[in-house]
């Protein structure tokens, strides 16, 4: 309720100053108009008219540029309340439960089967914290402009397959819910950098697909332009939201009801990291099936070579087999 009221009060005074300007403008010239129409020096009168007009047209954009200013000044410190209180649920939580593992384990002698599958969680819990970590570094680190590390030709089909199945493994999937269509392409750009677009994408969709996840990844070369797409099954983006995502500290709904982990960053830092390669990524409709689609292009070429194939990923099943 603070967040609407803190949002609404700026909109009411800046319409309200913008209604008394616009009022004041036309009064104004009303009744120039009627006192030149009347003068025996018009001139005086049409000078002032001009005169007032633009001072009362430089406040008018003073009003407006002050309230756009003002509503971007608070979405922003609404964005970064919900990152605050992500970041502190995303350390809270792994944090407790390693506590609570090690507690255990110190306290009281438990089975190795126990201990086995204790020291698992308690690897979940690391890897959750190093990833949250991970995030918080990349977004500073993209600010920069001047980045260590000269550009290479990377070799996208392969680097989507290592980071796909690292994005499995870390979501504990199998890497056939991912259906490949890859060509042989590569993109001159610093590996580190499409590594983390690559992942950000692929994260957000194995993270986000329905309960029976479904993705999958298609790489083409189009005019010397690399164009990537990955799609997922999940409950999509609404249309309104799909330029708002990728402003930093940007998540959809509220941050105390959400079920996924994240900080809003993810998309952020794809986004500048593909600027900085010269692309552009966006949201498309995905027409055959529900889910979200976001589409990546970046200057590249096609590779002289056979494109890369994961060694374990099975084709997906149809929805035949799977009932």
Not at 86 to 105: C, D, G, N, R
Request: a positive charge; aromatic letters at 6%.
């Amino acid at each position: 309720m603070f967040e609407r009221r803190s949002l609404r009060w700026p909109i009411t005074l800046g319409v309200l100053m913008i209604v008394l300007t616009v009022a004041l403008t036309v009064g104004w010239v009303l009744m120039s108009i009627n006192a030149a129409s009347s003068s025996e020096q018009p001139s005086v009168y049409w000078t002032l008219l001009a005169v007032g007009s633009a001072f009362l047209a430089l406040i008018l954009t003073g009003v407006v540029t002050y309230l756009t200013l003002t509503i971007k000044s608070v979405n922003l410190t609404v964005r970064q309340s919900n990152f605050i209180d992500s970041v502190t649920h995303e350390l809270k939580s792994p944090i407790a439960s390693l506590k609570l593992y090690l507690q255990t384990m110190n306290r009281r002698s438990v089975t190795a089967e126990k201990r086995e599958q204790f020291l698992r969680a308690m690897l979940e819990d690391v890897e959750r914290l190093d990833q949250l970590i991970t995030h918080l570094l990349e977004a500073g680190r993209v600010e920069k402009e001047n980045v260590a590390g000269d550009q290479e030709w990377v070799s996208v089909d392969g680097l989507v397959i290592e980071v796909a199945e690292a994005v499995c493994v870390r979501y504990q999937v199998p890497l056939s819910i991912i259906r490949f269509d890859l060509s042989a392409c590569e993109v001159e750009a610093r590996r580190m950098e499409l590594s983390i677009i690559l992942r950000n994408l692929l994260d957000n969709a194995v993270k986000y697909a329905g309960e029976r996840p479904q993705v999958s990844v298609q790489a083409t070369v189009v005019d010397e332009r690399v164009k990537l797409t990955i799609a997922d099954n999940g409950p999509g983006i609404p249309k309104e939201a799909r330029r708002k995502i990728f402003g930093r500290f940007v998540r959809l709904g509220l941050e105390l009801e959400r079920q996924k982990p994240g900080t809003g960053l993810g998309l952020y830092i794809a986004r500048t990291l593909v600027r900085r390669l010269r692309g552009k990524i966006r949201v498309v409709d995905n027409e055959t099936a529900p889910g979200t689609t976001f589409e990546v292009v970046l200057p590249g070429r096609a590779a002289e070579r056979p494109a890369a194939a994961p060694s374990t990923a099975k084709p997906l099943p149809t929805d035949e087999e799977a009932a």
